[in-house]
């Protein structure tokens, strides 16, 4: 990403970036942390693990080499000489590679978490082309990244110095030394060595850790339109379920409007409010409400309820109570009962008039 481009990214990045760029194997790593943690590991299994490999290694090189010269030579041979080599030598080695070989998963999963990821392995062409070769190499990261060596090279030979330097006088004796001893000498300066060097990396990995972790951060950042784009694509078009909710709701109001010609009452406020009532006696435990609205739905339920001479009854407060407390489709509350059904006795003794005098 071009560098004049940071400047538009001012949002931090959104869950769903985090997680795309996790699955692409992108995430905050700094290699100085496996390095520092490989190396001190490396020198604390010396300390606990040194003696034994020493002792081991000089063991099994005193046995190959003592019955070499009295040993047939034959491919069979050679063969078990070197099976019961590469045995022993496992054996003796085989914990402290392993030590070091955890202690560099450890400081991996420390840093990121488990991630499995085949996106960083997947065949590119900007990878082998020469103008983005050259790109990356005159670039700040590049630069960074070489003055990060420059600095870890000068603190190994000033620590290196420094511990050499306090054990000069040791120098001297070694010429009065068997090799055993000198060996023992060198080891145990190396050791000493690697430790202090590996107590440097640990500030030095922190410090690239929270670099690493600022330059993660800052690549993830999202400008404004990329979040709006992200939101469209993950909540949908804000346009577009604006439409689907509003063609829903004139869907449900037109199958609420077919239902007013079977009511068997319309309660009104008497303008702004229209309750629908349905109430089967063989099918229902208590009216029901077959549709409401305020206002200009109101008037569209008054007007289909006139058409289909389906009564109308002025009781605001009624109206407003099941306006409120009553679903459309649902049976109305208990607590509304005597009076509703007080409605429709009037109703239907009305009805029972007009019959009668139509008769």
């Known amino acids: 990403m071009p560098e004049e481009s940071y400047q538009?990214?001012?949002?931090?990045?959104?869950?769903?970036?985090?997680?795309?760029?996790?699955?692409?194997?992108?995430?905050?790593?700094?290699?100085?942390?496996?390095?520092?943690?490989?190396?001190?590991?490396?020198?604390?299994?010396?300390?606990?693990?040194?003696?034994?490999?020493?002792?081991?290694?000089?063991?099994?090189?005193?046995?190959?080499?003592?019955?070499?010269?009295?040993?047939?030579?034959?491919?069979?041979?050679?063969?078990?000489?070197?099976?019961?080599?590469?045995?022993?030598?496992?054996?003796?080695?085989?914990?402290?590679m392993l030590s070091v070989m955890v202690a560099g998963v450890v400081a991996n999963v420390l840093q990121s978490g488990i991630t499995l990821s085949a996106h960083s392995i997947e065949p590119k062409l900007e990878k082998i082309n020469p103008l983005s070769g050259f790109k990356r190499l005159f670039s700040l990261r590049s630069f960074v990244e070489l003055l990060k060596n420059i600095l870890k090279m000068a603190i190994i030979l000033i620590v290196g110095y420094k511990t050499i330097k306090g054990e000069y006088s040791e120098f001297y004796d070694l010429t009065n030394q068997d090799i055993g001893q000198i060996i023992a000498f060198i080891g145990s300066l190396s050791l000493k060595l690697f430790l202090r060097v590996g107590v440097v990396f640990i500030l030095l990995a922190a410090l690239d850790f929270i670099y690493q972790k600022y330059e993660y951060e800052k690549n993830l950042k999202m400008t404004k339109q990329e979040i709006k784009e992200e939101f469209k694509q993950s909540e949908g078009d804000p346009l577009v379920k604006s439409r689907i909710r509003s063609i829903q709701r004139e869907t449900a109001r037109r199958r609420m409007m077919s239902e007013v010609p079977k009511a068997d009452v319309v309660i009104v406020n008497p303008i702004h409010v229209a309750v629908a009532l349905k109430f089967n006696s063989d099918e229902m435990t208590a009216p029901v409400v077959v549709a409401k609205g305020l206002r200009k739905v109101a008037e569209k339920i008054k007007e289909i309820a006139?058409?289909?001479?389906?009564?109308?009854?002025?009781?605001?407060?009624?109206?407003?109570?099941?306006?409120?407390?009553?679903?459309?489709?649902?049976?109305?509350?208990?607590?509304?009962?005597?009076v509703v059904a007080e409605i429709l006795a009037y109703v239907y003794q009305m009805k029972n008039k007009v019959s009668g005098v139509k008769s």
């Open 8 to 96: 538009d990214r001012s949002e931090k990045a959104t869950a769903k970036k985090r997680q795309e760029a996790r699955e692409k194997g992108n995430v905050p790593r700094s290699n100085e942390v496996n390095s520092a943690v490989i190396l001190l590991v490396s020198s604390l299994c010396f300390i606990m693990f040194g003696k034994h490999m020493f002792n081991g290694l000089k063991i099994v090189t005193h046995n190959i080499f003592a019955n070499f010269s009295s040993m047939e030579v034959s491919v069979t041979n050679l063969q078990n000489i070197s099976l019961n080599a590469g045995i022993t030598f496992a054996y003796i080695i085989g914990p402290f």
């Open 306 to 338: 006139r058409e289909n001479n389906v009564p109308i009854v002025e009781k605001p407060l009624v109206a407003r109570l099941l306006f409120k407390s009553a679903q459309v489709g649902r049976e109305i509350p208990v607590e509304l009962y005597q």
